[in-house]
């Protein structure tokens, strides 16, 4: 065996010694610019057999490593003709003459035929899209073009590729302000974009090691177009109408482009609800306080929450907004081995907003309840979004990353509530009325740094990474409220303000060995230590009627709690692949022990302190039947502790209908799942289908234990639950079950010179509670459909035609006459014309139905908008719009959320019919390329 890898090593060298670099720069025959992406493959000049292949980088460039010889050099790029050339290589590096590719257009008699272009291609594990082969309009945004593509969606303001929520958004392989993928996508013009990439992004450490380390995340990756990358585009741009209200909307997006440095500018002021910013600006509060305790339900405004990822989850709000927001993106190549990106993003909403809330609970008999809401709430949210990448090339064995992110947030919001329980007969049981204000600040940071060594034995690398993070915020809370009870004729009344703080802290290191056992197989070896601490003190004072402060401590109402967590895992990874490099295979598993402590100060002292012993299996597999066609099985294992706030175990009595606490008992759950995925592409019919499938199954399972109250009910700490409230607390229930799954199908319509893409796809959950300690299994069932007609005419008409239905299925072990099956589609069709000389037309209207909901929930409604553009100047630069926004003044929102505890349905004010005429200039200035 040694003499056999001496030998293979000897031989190595050997051959490394007689190598030499051959390069070139591949560019546009028209214009002399540079083409990105060429495929470079080198082939014998005796048999045309394969040698090694690279692809062209943003400048159009390429080496590669040579043995002296005589070879083939093959050039191939969408929608270019294809193209070789001799290559004779002697023992010193060679430097190509300008290789220049010819766009593949064919003459007959006078007639221009061109190839019709290929729609996308799949290589690897990644999906490329050919913009050209997508005609969209000259003002439409990358967002547009997107939609035209099979598999990619835009639900709900979420873009969804294959099935699967896009987390990021990359420019030419470059971070895009962040981790926003809203941002790049609305902002960046789709004339600019020459290709879109869909693929699994993995982590920095999972590229090195060839070992996936589970932080993948579904991305984009924007390639812009050659002759786009030297010069400065974007528009300005102005509006203003009135109906009923004044409307406005003003911004800018900038975008200087010179090779390698890339600098971006946005700015946006309006009211008309549009928002160009993500839940990165929200600072990721969730963390620390633990959703899970009302899991699968929506934070009520005016409810006193626990937890700060309450007040500060925003979102795409409902209601009424005006934003105003800034950001400048930067990404640079400062010389051969550092490369840094960072970007900075301001933005403050204001927003207005009234809802209507329908919640029936799964309960059985007499505890069965209905809870009616009315809200209006006034909110302003101002956030800081601060990221930065340095990476640093130290030699050809050595690298180094440097990744700190920081987010600054304040938050304020206003509400008044009125709700009311009834029993199933219609009875009122208890009712509420309640004013709620809350101002909150927090910050969160983290840096992560990442050292990695590879050795000289090819395959051997070691590799260390750092990551820090703190999450601290602080607020205060001020409720009024008069909570009345029908059947103890009882009215009580609340004056109370809440102080909270929270600290939040962690730290967790990885160390990687990567160890190659033959050309086809190596493993590896890990250690991952992982320390996080959090606290969090809550004080809350009755109002003094006597001297009007709030100096009456509730002892009852007050805690403070902090908590540890930390692991240890050990792992070791094997994988294998074949010859052809047809199936890739791994397999390995981690053994973590894991330590939960706990400490309460007051209102009770206590102590929680447990340990966990766990296995974490994993294992990947993934089989290249073709070219441009496989199939991915992955499966992986992991466990989430229960968050300081579900642990915290303190009254929350906010809104005295609805009562919370925590449960310091609780254990940390188990998940395992299994993802498929499969894609497949044939260029020659230019159809192509794909496939998701993923199945999560969780052990210990932290969900919901309800109690409705029908008497009054003396609980922990002195405090009374009312006939007619409700106490949820979290608790380690049974397993749960969730599937999900999508599949799409893709296909070209010559006659209508349009492209047609299918979908559909069902998603299923199994999911635990206790009402009033009985267990309810709740099992939803959604299946979904759908399909996107996009033209392929040209620049001057652009339609689309859009559908999606969903029909839902809803049933429970307990109140089974509550089972429900209801239904929603939206249906679209947009259409614009560049009609006559400088004229645009541009329409779109869109039917939402909902079926089967609460009574008065049930809706079909028409959304109309409408406009009339001319463009101005020599190279039509300058344009006056006038535009229609629901047009027949029936926009509506209606929402259902569906838990293990109950279903809800949610009315929420929306802005209706508005005028608005615009003035745009759009800039673009390029710089032609010259030969090199």
Same mark, same amino acid.
């Given at each position: 065996?040694?003499?056999?890898?001496?030998?293979?090593?000897?031989?190595?060298?050997?051959?490394?010694?007689?190598?030499?670099?051959?390069?070139?720069?591949?560019?546009?025959?028209?214009?002399? %610019?540079?083409?990105?992406?060429?495929?470079? $493959?080198?082939?014998?000049?005796?048999?045309?057999?394969? /040698?090694?292949?690279?692809?062209?980088?943003?400048?159009?460039? !390429?080496?590669?490593?040579?043995?002296?010889?005589?070879?083939?050099?093959?050039?191939?790029?969408?929608?270019?003709?294809?193209? &070789?050339?001799?290559?004779? $290589?002697?023992?010193?590096?060679?430097?190509?003459?300008?290789?220049?590719?010819?766009?593949?257009?064919?003459?007959?008699?006078? $007639?221009?035929?061109?190839?019709?272009?290929?729609?996308?291609?799949?290589?690897?594990?990644?999906? *490329?899209?050919?913009?050209?082969?997508?005609?969209?309009?000259?003002?439409?945004?990358?967002?547009?073009?997107?939609?035209?593509?099979?598999?990619?969606?835009? *639900?709900?303001?979420?873009?969804?590729?294959?099935?699967?929520?896009?987390?990021? #958004?990359?420019?030419?392989?470059?971070?895009?302000?962040?981790?926003?993928?809203?941002?790049?996508?609305?902002?960046?013009?789709?004339?600019?974009?020459?290709?879109?990439?869909?693929?699994?992004?993995?982590?920095?450490?999972?590229?090195?090691?060839?070992?996936?380390?589970?932080?993948?995340?579904?991305? =984009?990756?924007?390639?812009?177009?050659?002759?786009?990358?030297?010069?400065?585009?974007?528009?300005?741009?102005?509006?203003?109408?009135?109906?009923?209200?004044?409307?406005?909307?003003?911004?800018?997006?900038?975008?200087? !482009?010179?090779?390698?440095?890339? @600098?971006? #500018?946005?700015? +946006?002021?309006?009211?008309?609800?549009?928002?160009?910013?993500?839940?990165?600006?929200?600072?990721? &509060?969730?963390?620390?306080?633990?959703?899970?305790? +009302?899991?699968?339900?929506?934070?009520?405004?005016?409810?006193?929450?626990?937890?700060?990822?309450?007040?500060?989850?925003?979102?795409?709000?409902?209601?009424?907004?005006?934003?105003?927001?800034?950001?400048?993106?930067?990404?640079?190549?400062?010389?051969?081995?550092?490369?840094?990106?960072?970007?900075?993003?301001?933005?403050?909403?204001?927003?207005?907003?009234?809802?209507?809330?329908?919640?029936?609970?799964?309960?059985?008999?007499?505890?069965?309840?209905?809870?009616?809401?009315?809200?209006?709430?006034?909110?302003?949210? +101002?956030?800081?979004?601060?990221?930065?990448?340095?990476?640093?090339?130290?030699?050809?064995?050595?690298?180094?990353? @440097?990744?700190?992110?920081?987010?600054?947030?304040?938050?304020?919001?206003?509400?008044?509530?009125?709700?009311?329980?009834?029993?199933?007969?219609?009875?009122?049981?208890?009712?509420?009325?309640?004013?709620?204000?809350?101002?909150? !600040?927090?910050?969160?940071?983290?840096?992560?740094?990442?050292?990695?060594?590879?050795?000289?034995?090819?395959?051997?690398?070691?590799?260390?990474?750092?990551?820090?993070?703190?999450?601290?915020?602080?607020?205060?809370?001020?409720?009024?409220?008069?909570?009345?009870?029908?059947?103890?004729?009882?009215?009580?009344?609340?004056?109370?303000?809440?102080?909270?703080?929270?600290?939040?802290?962690?730290?967790?290191?990885?160390?990687?060995?990567?160890?190659?056992?033959?050309?086809?197989?190596?493993?590896?070896?890990?250690?991952?230590?992982?320390?996080?601490?959090?606290?969090?003190?809550?004080?809350?004072?009755?109002?003094?009627?006597?001297?009007?402060?709030?100096?009456?401590?509730?002892?009852?109402?007050? %805690?403070?709690?902090?908590?540890?967590?930390?692991?240890?895992?050990?792992?070791?990874?094997?994988?294998?692949?074949?010859?052809?490099?047809?199936?890739?295979?791994?397999?390995?598993? *981690?053994?973590?022990?894991?330590?939960?402590?706990?400490?309460?100060?007051?209102?009770? $002292?206590?102590?929680?302190?447990?340990?966990?012993?766990?296995?974490?299996?994993?294992?990947?597999?993934?089989?290249?039947?073709?070219?441009?066609?496989?199939?991915?099985?992955?499966?992986?294992?992991?466990?989430?502790?229960?968050? @300081?706030?579900?642990?915290?175990?303190?009254?929350?009595?906010?809104?005295?209908?609805?009562?919370?606490?925590?449960?310091?008992?609780?254990?940390?759950?188990?998940?395992? =799942?299994?993802? /498929?995925?499969?894609?497949?592409?044939?260029?020659?019919?230019?159809?192509?289908?794909?496939?998701?499938?993923?199945?999560?199954?969780?052990?210990?399972?932290?969900?919901?234990?309800?109690?409705?109250?029908?008497?009054?009910?003396?609980?922990?700490?002195?405090?009374?639950?009312?006939?007619?409230?409700?106490?949820?607390?979290? #608790?380690?229930?049974?397993?749960?079950?969730?599937?999900?799954? !999508?599949?799409?199908?893709?296909?070209?319509?010559?006659?209508?010179?349009?492209?047609?893409?299918?979908?559909?796809?069902?998603?299923?959950?199994?999911?635990?509670?206790?009402?009033?300690? =009985?267990?309810?299994?709740?099992?939803?069932?959604?299946?979904?459909?759908?399909?996107?007609?996009? %033209?392929?005419?040209?620049?001057?008409?652009?339609?689309?035609?859009?559908?999606?239905?969903?029909?839902?299925?809803?049933?429970?072990?307990?109140?089974?006459?509550?089972?429900?099956?209801?239904?929603?589609?939206?249906?679209?069709?947009?259409?614009?014309?560049?009609?006559?000389?400088?004229?645009?037309?541009?329409?779109?209207?869109?039917?939402?139905?909902?079926?089967?909901? %609460?009574?008065?929930?049930?809706?079909?409604?028409?959304?109309?908008?409408?406009?009339?553009?001319?463009?101005?100047?020599?190279?039509?630069?300058?344009?006056?719009?006038?535009?229609?926004?629901?047009?027949?003044?029936?926009?509506?929102?209606?929402?259902?959320? /569906?838990?293990?505890?109950?279903? *809800?349905?949610?009315?929420?004010?929306?802005?209706?019919?508005?005028? &608005?005429?615009?003035?745009?200039?759009?800039?673009?200035?390029?710089?032609?390329?010259?030969?090199?």
């Amino acid at each position: 065996m040694r003499l056999t890898l001496f030998f293979v090593t000897f031989i190595s060298v050997q051959f490394l010694s007689a190598q030499v670099n051959v390069s070139g720069v591949v560019l546009d025959k028209s214009d002399n %610019s540079a083409l990105a992406g060429v495929g470079v $493959v080198l082939l014998k000049a005796k048999d045309s057999t394969f /040698v090694k292949g690279v692809a062209t980088d943003e400048n159009g460039k !390429f080496t590669m490593s040579v043995t002296a010889g005589k070879y083939l050099l093959k050039y191939t790029y969408l929608s270019y003709k294809t193209q &070789l050339s001799i290559l004779n $290589v002697k023992n010193e590096n060679i430097a190509l003459p300008n290789i220049l590719l010819a766009e593949d257009v064919k003459e007959l008699k006078g $007639v221009t035929i061109e190839k019709t272009a290929v729609r996308a291609v799949q290589k690897g594990d990644t999906t *490329e899209y050919n913009s050209a082969a997508f005609k969209t309009n000259k003002d439409a945004s990358t967002e547009d073009l997107i939609q035209k593509m099979p598999g990619i969606t835009v *639900e709900n303001g979420t873009v969804k590729a294959k099935g699967e929520e896009i987390k990021k #958004v990359l420019v030419d392989g470059k971070p895009f302000f962040g981790d926003d993928p809203s941002t790049a996508l609305k902002n960046l013009p789709a004339e600019a974009v020459d290709k879109i990439q869909v693929y699994d992004q993995q982590s920095d450490q999972s590229r090195f090691t060839g070992f996936n380390d589970g932080n993948d995340q579904r991305a =984009i990756n924007i390639i812009t177009k050659p002759n786009m990358n030297n010069g400065v585009f974007g528009k300005v741009y102005a509006g203003y109408g009135y109906i009923n209200a004044s409307r406005y909307s003003a911004g800018a997006t900038v975008n200087w !482009f010179n090779g390698n440095r890339r @600098i971006s #500018v946005l700015a +946006m002021s309006n009211n008309i609800n549009q928002q160009n910013f993500a839940m990165d600006d929200l600072m990721g &509060l969730s963390g620390s306080s633990g959703a899970g305790r +009302m899991r699968g339900g929506r934070m009520r405004p005016g409810m006193l929450q626990n937890s700060p990822a309450g007040n500060f989850m925003v979102g795409q709000q409902g209601g009424i907004t005006t934003s105003q927001a800034v950001g400048i993106n930067y990404s640079d190549q400062w010389s051969n081995k550092v490369k840094v990106s960072g970007s900075y993003f301001f933005n403050l909403t204001d927003n207005k907003n009234s809802s209507e809330t329908n919640r029936q609970y799964f309960a059985q008999g007499d505890s069965t309840t209905d809870y009616k809401e009315t809200s209006a709430s006034t909110t302003r949210n +101002m956030n800081h979004r601060l990221n930065f990448r340095f990476e640093y090339a130290i030699d050809s064995n050595n690298a180094l990353f @440097i990744t700190p992110k920081l987010s600054i947030q304040q938050y304020n919001q206003k509400s008044n509530l009125d709700g009311i329980s009834s029993l199933k007969d219609g009875n009122a049981i208890s009712s509420l009325s309640s004013n709620y204000s809350t101002k909150n !600040f927090g910050y969160n940071g983290s840096l992560d740094l990442l050292f990695q060594h590879k050795f000289a034995k090819a395959g051997r690398t070691f590799s260390v990474g750092l990551t820090g993070n703190l999450n601290n915020s602080d607020g205060d809370a001020t409720l009024i409220s008069k909570n009345s009870f029908a059947i103890a004729q009882d009215t009580t009344e609340l004056n109370q303000k809440t102080d909270n703080s929270t600290r939040n802290y962690s730290g967790s290191a990885n160390f990687a060995y990567t160890e190659p056992i033959n050309d086809l197989s190596m493993m590896q070896f890990t250690y991952t230590p992982n320390y996080s601490w959090s606290k969090r003190d809550k004080s809350t004072f009755n109002k003094d009627t006597v001297t009007e402060n709030y100096n009456q401590r509730n002892l009852q109402l007050s %805690s403070n709690f902090e908590n540890t967590y930390m692991t240890h895992k050990v792992g070791f990874d094997y994988r294998l692949k074949t010859k052809t490099d047809k199936i890739n295979f791994s397999i390995g598993a *981690e053994m973590q022990y894991a330590l939960l402590t706990g400490k309460q100060l007051y209102p009770n $002292v206590s102590d929680v302190k447990k340990s966990f012993n766990n296995l974490l299996p994993n294992a990947t597999f993934k089989y290249n039947f073709s070219k441009q066609g496989n199939i991915r099985i992955n499966y992986s294992t992991s466990t989430t502790p229960p968050s @300081i706030s579900q642990m915290q175990n303190v009254i929350d009595n906010s809104n005295p209908l609805l009562i919370s606490t925590g449960n310091p008992n609780l254990k940390q759950n188990y998940q395992h =799942i299994v993802s /498929v995925r499969f894609n497949n592409m044939d260029h020659n019919t230019m159809r192509g289908v794909f496939g998701f499938v993923s199945f999560t199954y969780t052990q210990n399972y932290i969900g919901n234990s309800t109690i409705i109250a029908l008497r009054d009910t003396l609980l922990q700490n002195n405090v009374m639950l009312n006939a007619g409230s409700q106490l949820t607390k979290p #608790v380690n229930l049974s397993n749960s079950l969730g599937l999900r799954s !999508f599949f799409g199908y893709g296909m070209p319509v010559k006659a209508l010179k349009s492209n047609l893409n299918f979908h559909a796809g069902i998603t299923y959950s199994r999911t635990p509670s206790l009402i009033n300690g =009985i267990t309810n299994t709740s099992n939803t069932m959604s299946a979904m459909g759908g399909f996107v007609l996009g %033209s392929n005419i040209n620049e001057k008409i652009d339609f689309t035609i859009r559908y999606m239905g969903n029909y839902n299925v809803v049933k429970n072990s307990l109140r089974q006459q509550q089972n429900n099956n209801y239904y929603s589609h939206n249906a679209n069709a947009s259409f614009n014309w560049n009609f006559w000389k400088g004229f645009v037309f541009n329409t779109s209207i869109d039917n939402t139905v909902y079926a089967g909901v %609460s009574q008065g929930f049930n809706q079909n409604f028409f959304l109309w908008n409408a406009s009339l553009a001319y463009k101005f100047l020599k190279d039509r630069s300058l344009e006056v719009k006038g535009s229609v926004f629901d047009i027949l003044g029936q926009n509506s929102s209606i929402s259902r959320t /569906v838990n293990e505890t109950y279903l *809800e349905d949610v009315r929420t004010q929306v802005l209706q019919r508005y005028f &608005l005429v615009t003035i745009t200039y759009n800039l673009k200035y390029f710089k032609q390329a010259k030969p090199l």
